[in-house]
């Protein structure tokens, strides 16, 4: 079967730094991706890792090793603004997503 | 760049009745759609793949007759939910990627493009 767990929640400050951690059991990989979605909003693409390492886009960067099976967000100068939920996902075989558990960050003043 | 269009963007019905809601990719093709269900506080579980001009390819657990999927061109597809129940109630949110050009760049393998979520709510 496919599973992707993450942390339920996080809580962090603004200013802060913050990573969200995703352990992934799937079959078929073909890389890991992250997304954002704000309560009752679409999700919206953040990052994506095919090979090992950290990719960095802005604020936001993300890293994956596959032989742990393990990819983390890391987020920098939080803004209030990202309190989201966030997702992994695993593209799979024809370029299906599976998505992770979701972690709900909320950044505090 | 790159817009999915949903429609309606909620929807409140009786129970028994049918469904359709619209997935449209605005500025590209796309020869494949994907069909997500989201649950208050849960994740996005992927209901089936559309496919423009073939049958839909339904993931287990999925009934197909009862999500009907039709992908008739290259930038609409549907998803009726039949004789809907209220434990049908979600959010239904559309993704489609393209394999060439979005927008007049080369689009990126992984990444795909979600309309805004329906929220269906069946009495």
């Known amino acids: 079967g496919q599973s992707l767990e993450q942390p339920s929640e996080v809580t962090a400050v603004e200013g802060a730094i913050v990573q969200i951690n995703c352990t992934y059991q799937?079959?078929?990989?073909?890389?890991l991706s992250w997304y954002q979605q704000h309560d009752g909003g679409a999700p919206t693409f953040l990052s994506y890792?095919?090979?090992?390492g950290l990719e960095e886009t802005g604020r936001f960067s993300s890293f994956l090793s596959r032989s742990d099976s393990y990819g983390y967000l890391l987020l920098q100068e939080l803004q209030m603004k990202d309190s989201a939920s966030y997702f992994c996902?695993?593209?799979?075989?024809?370029?299906?997503?599976?998505f992770g558990t979701g972690t709900q960050l909320k950044v505090e003043l | 760049g790159a817009v999915v269009s949903q429609h309606p963007s909620w929807v409140i019905c009786k129970s028994g009745t049918s469904v359709k809601i619209e997935c449209r990719s605005l500025?590209?093709?796309?020869?494949?759609m994907f069909w997500y269900r989201q649950f208050p506080k849960q994740s996005l579980m992927l209901m089936a793949t559309?496919?423009?001009?073939?049958?839909?390819?339904?993931e287990q657990g999925v009934e197909k007759d009862k999500f009907l999927i039709n992908h008739a061109s290259l930038t609409l597809s549907t998803l009726t939910v039949t004789s809907a129940h209220p434990e049908d109630s979600s959010f239904y949110i559309c993704?489609?990627?393209?394999?060439?050009?979005?927008?007049?760049?080369?689009?990126?393998?992984?990444?795909?493009?979600f309309g805004p979520g329906t929220r269906l709510t069946v009495l």
């Open positions: 993704s489609a990627r393209d394999q060439g050009f979005v927008a007049g760049k080369q689009s990126s393998y992984n990444e795909q493009f």
């Open positions: 799937t079959s078929g990989f073909y890389g």
């Open positions: 890792n095919a090979l090992d």
């Open positions: 996902a695993v593209t799979g075989g024809g370029n299906k997503l599976t």
């Open positions: 500025d590209f093709q796309a020869t494949t």
């Open positions: 559309s496919n423009e001009g073939s049958k839909a390819t339904y």
